[in-house]
């Protein structure tokens, strides 16, 4: 095996994926859903795609929209008592069948969300029936593993639609670098979007 060659066809398996992402007016109905939001928006989802609804969660947060991740498996155990009928639900899910997302979106509806947005690939996934708006990741989604297994470039795919909902979010707010530093105030960004001091020439 030439490694380069093959960690370059990876690269480009992932990138022809998110190149092939489909970005109808649902996914503008789903920006201004969000926007409108009165309660909490929930991220949720398990395995490699509830990594994704973390970090998506994470960078809604940092960009003047809050947000939170919920555990399918732990709402069962009582975080469902986090949410209000008010609350944005938006599951993450490639084949739409995973039972713990499944089985918190339905409770979630018994406790009366009614604003769910399901962003997965399969046609046949329960958890379009379950959403109020779909973002389709597209049907037939090459994974860049060898057996076409492991999730890789449907991942790619997850992440890039939520960078685009979450940084969309961002400008339309005209979120600042200021605002921007006063969530993110440690670390290389707390240091590069920290707002400099400017003297005067009496100072």
Known sequence: MNIKERMEEIIATEAAAISAIKVTETFETAVRLLMGCEGKIVTTGIGKAGYIAQKFAATLSSTGTPAFFV??????????????????????????????VIEMLEMSRGLGVTKVIGITSHVDGPIRKLSDIVLDMGESIEEACPLNITPSSTIAVMLAISDAIALTL??????????????????????????????????
Request: proline share 3%.
């Open 170 to 203: 961002m400008e339309i707010k005209e979120f600042t670098a200021a605002q921007y530093h006063a969530r993110h105030h440690k670390g290389y960004l707390g240091t590069v979007t920290r707002p400099r001091r400017v003297y005067t020439n009496e100072e």
């Open 71 to 100: 555990h399918p498996a732990e709402a069962g155990h009582g975080d469902l008592g986090m949410l209000s009928e008010e609350d944005c639900i938006i599951a993450f899910s490639t084949s739409g069948k995973s039972n713990e």
